[in-house]
């Protein structure tokens, strides 16, 4: 399987709760590697650009604005099959539907503040990872 890089957010409902290192605990056990990995807050303007492919969806404006309603943790994962197995460790977007012992199961509050965000394909993890980092940020 290749080595993949995956871009990966904790979301502003897990950063509220203390919840970095207890996520980042998952990522590591699993085999993924945080090459990259920053605090930030996200502006209305930001959020809305990275979900632009979500704009004009009845949850886009809502979910911008939780986006940029505080703290985020953006980061690189790194390893074999990191997209998919990023994925896999979140669980899906709907909590209610995750399987048990993902993030999303054991974390989220809702569809919407559910902790984290991981790329969905080579594609876009090349895409949201350029639009967080720059090459020398990312550490192998
Ligand atoms: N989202 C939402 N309501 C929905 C679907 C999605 O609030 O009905 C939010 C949720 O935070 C999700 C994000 O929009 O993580 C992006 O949606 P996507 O379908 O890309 O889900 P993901 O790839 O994050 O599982
Ligand atoms: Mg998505």
Request: glycine residues 6%; proline residues 5%.
């Amino acid at each position: 399987m290749p080595v993949e890089r995956t871009l990966s957010i904790i979301k502003p409902d897990a950063t509220r709760r203390n919840l970095t290192g207890r996520i980042n605990a998952r990522f590591e056990a699993a085999g993924l590697r945080l090459v990259a990995q920053k605090r930030l807050s996200l502006t209305r303007a930001a959020a809305e650009q990275f979900y632009r492919v979500h704009a004009g969806r009845p949850f886009f404006a809502p979910l911008c604005a939780f986006m940029s309603s505080g703290p985020v943790v953006v980061q690189v994962l790194e390893g074999e099959d990191a997209i998919a197995r990023n994925r896999a460790i979140m669980g899906a977007t709907d909590p209610a539907k995750a399987e048990k012992g993902t993030i999303r199961a054991d974390f989220a509050e809702s569809i919407e503040a559910n902790s984290a965000h991981g790329s969905d394909s080579p594609e876009t993890a090349a895409q949201e990872i350029a639009f967080f980092f720059s090459a020398l940020e990312i550490v192998g």
